[in-house]
C-alpha cells in the first residue's frame, strides 16, 4: 500500500502546526493469552519520549487486566485517545492481532503514523511491512533516542530517510534502512515505572517484580530467538562487524531504578525477578551488584542462570546478598534431544552440580522443562519427567515446545511437515502443541498438562509411586467421553487426596498450587532455609 498520499494529507491538515514537536503517542502491548507482564522495552521508550515532551499513553491487552483481544473495545479507545502514532510492540505469537490492530487503526484514525517493533518486526520486516496500515518498522533496538528522533522528523512529515533502524514506504516503494547496532546500555537510564500498572500486575503476579540489568544471551539455543536475532545483526552489518550483543547496565544505574521501583510499589514487591536470558555472564559484574545490593536492600532476588555457571563461589554470594532462587533451563531430561535437538551441551552430572549446590547454600533451584520436541519420542517425555523429578527442584515449570518463526527447530518443522495447518499463533503454550503427532501423544499432551504433578510424582521414588503410576494409566486410558463427562474432575480429587496422603506422613510431593499457573509445580515436604514465596 502507498503511504504517499496520506503523508500529503497530514501535511495539508496540520498547516502551520507542522513544525510542532510534541506528539500524542499510544502505545499497544499485545500480552492475552499468555500470562501476565509488561514490556522493559516500551517503558524504556516512554521515559524518553516523555523527556523530549511527547504524550504517552498505553494499551494493555491483557484479559487479567480487562482488556482482552477484542478489536471493538481496542477500537473505541483510539477513536476516544485519537493518537497521532501508535506503536505496536509485539512477539511472533501475537504478530496475527498486531496486523488486525494496524489496519483497524488506520481506519478508525486516517492520519495516524503506525509504527510496528518488536522481535517479529526485526526478524520478519519484509512480512509486517506488507500489512495495511502499518507506516513503520522498527528493527532491533530504537531506545537511546532513536524513536524519538524519528518522530521529531514526523512531526515535521519527514520520513526517515537513512536512520538506521527504520523502514518505511515512500511512493510505493519500501525503503530499507540497515539495523542499527545494539545500543551501548551505559547510554541508557531508566525505565518509566508508571506507563504501565504495576500494582496490579504485581497483585496478580504475586508480588514478583520483574527488572532487567542487561539483553542479550551467549546462548545458541535452536528453539530461543536471539540466534536468528544475532543472525539478524550479522546478515544486515555484515559478518566482519564488531557485534556486542550480550550486554550488562552500569551496576549503580540498575540499583537506581531499584530503589525508585521500591519507592513506588514496595508494599506490593515480594521479590525482584530479573527476566535476563542469562544474568550471570560476568562474574565481576555479578560479584560487585550483589555486594552492593545487600548494602541497600533487604527484598528477595530471582535470576536465571545456566547451570555451567553456578558453582559453590556463586551460590555462597547469591545467598549472602538476599538471592531467594535461581532458575535454570533444563528442558528435557533426555540427552539426545538436549544436546543434539536443542543444542544445550549441558551434561545431566553439571545440572544436577548445579541444583545441589545452590540447595545446599540456602538458595532455592527453579527448573524449566519442555514437552513436545521434534524428534522427541515418549521414551524422551518419560525421561524428562523421571530426570525432573530426581532433580528435587523447589520448583518446575512446563511448557509445551512452539517453534518460533527464525529458529531453527521452526525451519526444521516446516521443512519435515511437522506443524499442524491452520494453526495461529495465540500466545499460549502450557496445554497444546502445534506439531502433528500421533493422535494418542496429542491427548496426552493436552491431558499431562492439567496433572503434571502425577508424572512428576510418580518417579520421585518411595512407597506411593505405584498409585500415582495407577493414576498416570487412568489418565492414559479414559475415553474423551469419560474425561469430559467427570473423569477428569474424579482423577483431580484422587490425585489431591493421594498428594495430601504423601506430605500427611511426612513425605515429599510436587503440588501446581496456582488455578492460574497449572504448569508451574512446588515441591512441598521440604524444609528450606528461605520458605517458598511462589
Known amino acids: 500500500m502507498d503511504r504517499t498520499p496520506r503523508t500529503c494529507y497530514r501535511t495539508a491538515r496540520r498547516g502551520s502546526d507542522a513544525r510542532r514537536r510534541a506528539l500524542r503517542v499510544l502505545f499497544i502491548w499485545l500480552n492475552h493469552d499468555t500470562p501476565v507482564g509488561f514490556s522493559h522495552g516500551l517503558a524504556v521508550l516512554s521515559q524518553e519520549l516523555k523527556s523530549a515532551g511527547h504524550t504517552v499513553q498505553l494499551l494493555h491487552v491483557n484479559e487479567q487486566l480487562g482488556l482482552g483481544f477484542d478489536l471493538e473495545r481496542i477500537g473505541s479507545e483510539l477513536r476516544r485517545r485519537h493518537p497521532e502514532v501508535v506503536g505496536l510492540g509485539f512477539g511472533s505469537n501475537h504478530a496475527a492481532a498486531a496486523a488486525q490492530i494496524a489496519r483497524r487503526a488506520h481506519e478508525l484514525v486516517p492520519d495516524v503514523w503506525v509504527i510496528a517493533g518488536g522481535t517479529h518486526a526485526t526478524l520478519y520486516p519484509e512480512e509486517v511491512m506488507s500489512w495495511p496500515g502499518v507506516d513503520l518498522v522498527a528493527l532491533g533496538e530504537v531506545d537511546d533516542f532513536r524513536l524519538v528522533q524519528v518522530l521529531e522528523g514526523l512531526a515535521r512529515d519527514r520520513l526517515p530517510r537513512g536512520r538506521a533502524g527504520f523502514w518505511f514506504r515512500e511512493r510505493g516503494v519500501v525503503v530499507k534502512n540497515p539495523i542499527a547496532l545494539p545500543v551501548d546500555l551505559h547510554r541508557v537510564r531508566s525505565m518509566d515505572l508508571k506507563l504501565f500498572d504495576h500494582r496490579r500486575i504485581l497483585e496478580l503476579k504475586r508480588g514478583w517484580a520483574d527488572v532487567h540489568a542487561g539483553r542479550g544471551c551467549p546462548q545458541r539455543c535452536t528453539y530461543c530467538f536471539n540466534e536468528p536475532l544475532r543472525r539478524r545483526y550479522l546478515e544486515q552489518l555484515g559478518r566482519g562487524s564488531k557485534l556486542c550483543y550480550v550486554r550488562r547496565r552500569p551496576i549503580a544505574v540498575v540499583l537506581e531504578e531499584l530503589a525508585e521501583y521500591r519507592r513506588l510499589y514496595g508494599p506490593y514487591i515480594r521479590a525482584f525477578s530479573f527476566t535476563d536470558d542469562q544474568f550471570v555472564t560476568s562474574r565481576r559484574w555479578l560479584y560487585e551488584f550483589l555486594e552492593a545490593y545487600q548494602a541497600d536492600f533487604a527484598i528477595p532476588l530471582v535470576f536465571l542462570s545456566s547451570a555451567a555457571a553456578i558453582d559453590a563461589e556463586v551460590a555462597r554470594r547469591s545467598a549472602r546478598a538476599g ?26 552430572r553439571v545440572i544436577r552440580r548445579a541444583v545441589d549446590t545452590l540447595q545446599r547454600a540456602g538458595v532455592n533451584a527453579f527448573t524449566f522443562q519442555m514437552l513436545g520436541i521434534p524428534g522427541e519420542t515418549m521414551r524422551d517425555v518419560w525421561a524428562t519427567f523421571r530426570f525432573g523429578a530426581n532433580l528435587r527442584a523447589d520448583a518446575v515449570k ?25 494453526l495461529e499463533f495465540v500466545g499460549n503454550n502450557i496445554q497444546d502443541s502445534p506439531l502433528r503427532w500421533p493422535r494418542s501423544r496429542q491427548l496426552f499432551f493436552r491431558r499431562v498438562a492439567q496433572f503434571f504433578d502425577v508424572a512428576l510424582n510418580r518417579h520421585l521414588g518411595g512407597r506411593h509411586s505405584d498409585r500415582y503410576a495407577k493414576l498416570l494409566e487412568r489418565l492414559r486410558r479414559l475415553d474423551e467421553s469419560d474425561w469430559q463427562n467427570g473423569g477428569r474432575l474424579d482423577l483431580r480429587e484422587r490425585t489431591d487426596s493421594l498428594n495430601e496422603q504423601v506430605l500427611g506422613c511426612g513425605g515429599e510431593a510436587y503440588l501446581a498450587p496456582f488455578a492460574d499457573r497449572p504448569d508451574i509445580l512446588l515441591l512441598q515436604g521440604r524444609h528450606r532455609s528461605r520458605p517458598l514465596l511462589m
Open 323 to 348: 538471592v531467594y532462587m535461581v532458575r535454570l533451563g533444563v528442558e528435557s531430561g533426555s540427552a539426545r534431544v538436549r544436546e543434539r535437538i536443542l543444542k544445550r551441551r549441558t551434561p545431566a
Open 398 to 422: 512446563f511448557s509445551m515446545f512452539w517453534p518460533y518463526p527464525g529458529t531453527q527447530l521452526h525451519e526444521l518443522c516446516l521443512r519435515d511437515g511437522l506443524m499442524r495447518p491452520g
